[in-house]
């Protein structure tokens, strides 16, 4: 059974940094593609970022272009967010989302598996 679990969310002011961490499981890591999510209160689902399974490809959405960093490391499973410079725009729910193919996540945001997601709160 597929796994996939999202932390690091919290609070945090205006300009600081957070990093968010998600674990899969239950699936061979390097052959999937993965990808963050972000859904605010009242808004749709959008795409942040995401990476493909040998982390060479990558894409950013241009409202956390310079500021967000995606990587992963295969031989923990692990999938990070590394984000700077924080808005409060960008507070919403965070998701992870595997997919086996980077076109299936990061063109046409097909994903196979979510995680439960984690918040992320930036106050002014």
């Known amino acids: 059974q597929v796994q996939v679990v999202e932390s690091g969310g919290g609070l945090v002011q205006a300009g600081g940094s957070l990093r968010l961490s998600c674990t899969a499981s239950?699936?061979?890591?390097?052959?999937?593609?993965m990808g963050w999510f972000r859904q605010a209160p009242g808004k749709e689902r959008e795409g942040v970022s995401c990476?493909?399974?040998?982390?060479?490809?990558?894409y950013y959405a241009d409202s956390v272009k310079g500021r967000f960093t995606i990587s992963r490391d295969n031989a923990k499973n692990t999938l990070y967010l590394q984000m700077n410079s924080l808005k409060p725009e960008d507070t919403a729910m965070y998701y992870c989302?595997?997919?086996?193919?980077?076109?299936?996540?990061?063109?046409?945001?097909?994903?196979?598996?979510w995680g439960q997601g984690t918040q992320v709160t930036v106050s002014s």
């Open positions: 989302a595997a997919a086996d193919s980077y076109a299936k996540a990061c063109l046409e945001y097909t994903l196979d598996y």
């Open positions: 239950g699936l061979t890591f390097a052959d999937y593609a």
């Open positions: 990476i493909s399974g040998g982390g060479a490809l990558t």
